[in-house]
């Protein structure tokens, strides 16, 4: 059963053989899928391979067919194909084929096709790791992704040329996995910026021991994950945690509470929603001794001081950007929320149980109260974070439609 037509433009790298078995995990997944493939791709990969598995004529060039009817109608086939295909992937996406994407070149079909394709693009980034740090790649990228594009970032590992680092494909399935999440998603994010912090932060007492909490950012990452698959641009400030960042966020990592408070007021104004899902210390070492604090006999004592409330400063300096707090509490939920929302001057708070099993910190599900503005609460089932995520973020667009309509 095919449900979604999907392009897949295989660039010249020497991961083209895996855009087989991506072409495979798409055909699994429902979709039709018409390979194009660019001149170098072809070094890698004959375009038989595609034929064979897709059961499409394989598309290799502009101009490739010989009588005049053929090449009229070849030379508007990019636009018959933008028109009929839902989403385009393009894996491996090179260097080159990143840069002539970014400046608008149009010298072959992909790139031409990619010119003309109005629905979501995919790109799948592999190279070489100092090709991929390169300032020049790193920009197209940044050009991209504020164009809509969706990257997912390469893997890291051991790659062809015999290093290691950043620049493998990502695992076929997972790249197919994100294309028809795409396609599932809705855009109601779209023309967003939502920025996210999330994880706790991590206040130093000497060069090696330091005061933390037990968030594990799970949360904020869902929050990210979802934002970002609705449309949103996503900037994610995070605390450190061991989650691998969600594919397309702008991640932003890190320690300390200050840290996090720089780095939240230098993006406020970028953002339309921000969403505090990170469990910023309360207090911190003002003077942290420069080395290791010997142990001796005597009672130890640590006087620490109140960090920044980043919170209740956006809630302050916020104009029209929609603001979400979180509320960790072990008693007296719902009026703790509407504590924070009034003194924090926050639009919802989301405010769940902390000491409950098997919810809140470090878990994969969570139960909450959303309390609004309005006066609303919304008390969704129990769920996973996914889950929790996309209700929050139903939620805030409800709720930002009520907030405009009452002003
Ligand atoms: N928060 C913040 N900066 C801080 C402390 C908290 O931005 N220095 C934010 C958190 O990200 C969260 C909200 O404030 O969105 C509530 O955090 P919580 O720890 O529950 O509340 P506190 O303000 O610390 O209040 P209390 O300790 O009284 O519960």
């Not at 809705?186 to 021991?209: F, Q, S, Y």
């Not at 979180?326 to 919802?348: G, H, I, Q, S």
Request: with cysteine.
């Amino acid at each position: 059963m095919t449900q979604f037509k999907a392009v897949l433009g295989v660039g010249g790298g020497i991961a083209a053989y895996k855009a087989a078995e991506l072409a495979r995990a798409l055909i699994e997944r429902g979709f039709s899928v018409q390979t194009v493939m660019t001149e170098a791709a072809q070094e890698f990969v004959r375009p038989l391979t595609f034929a064979a598995l897709t059961g499409n004529k394989v598309i290799t060039s502009m101009f490739g067919a010989r009588s005049a009817d053929e090449v009229l109608s070849s030379s508007v086939e990019h636009i018959s194909v933008a028109r009929d295909n839902q989403i385009l992937v393009v894996a491996p996406a090179t260097a080159d084929l990143l840069a002539r994407f970014a400046h608008g070149l149009a010298n072959d079909f992909l790139t031409t096709l990619y010119l003309a394709f109005t629905g979501p693009v995919l790109a799948a980034p592999s190279m070489n790791t100092a090709m991929w740090e390169h300032p020049a790649t790193q920009d197209n990228l940044a050009l991209l992704r504020s164009r809509g594009v969706h990257v997912m970032p390469p893997d890291s590992g051991p790659l062809a040329c015999g290093t290691t680092g950043a620049g493998r494909l990502p695992d076929p399935e997972r790249i197919a996995a994100y294309a028809l999440r795409l396609l599932l998603q809705r855009h109601d994010l779209d023309g967003e910026t939502v920025l996210i912090t999330a994880g706790p932060t991590r206040e130093p007492l000497d060069p090696v021991r330091f005061i933390s909490n037990r968030s594990s950012g799970k949360m904020g990452y869902a929050l990210a994950e979802a934002a970002s698959l609705r449309g949103a641009r996503v900037l994610l400030v995070s605390g450190p945690v061991n989650l691998p960042p969600p594919d397309n966020v702008e991640l932003i990592s890190v320690q300390t509470a200050a840290e996090m408070h720089q780095a939240v007021m230098a993006h406020l104004e970028e953002a339309t929603i921000v969403i505090k899902a990170a469990a910023v210390a309360d207090y911190h070492l003002a003077r942290v001794p420069p080395q290791k604090v010997k142990k001796t006999a005597m009672r130890l004592s640590l006087e620490l001081d109140p960090t920044p409330d980043i919170l209740a400063e956006i809630g302050r300096r916020k104009r029209d950007q929609l603001l979400i707090g979180f509320a960790a509490e072990t008693e007296n939920l719902v009026p703790e929320a509407k504590r924070k929302m009034e003194t924090k001057n926050c639009d919802m708070v989301v405010a769940n149980f902390v000491s409950q099993d098997g919810t809140g910190f470090e878990s994969d599900e969570n139960e909450v109260v959303m309390v609004m503005r309005t006066g609303e609460t919304v008390s969704p089932p129990r769920g996973q974070k996914r889950e929790i995520a996309a209700q929050i973020l139903d939620q805030a667009l409800k709720l930002r439609l009520a907030l405009h309509s009452k002003s």
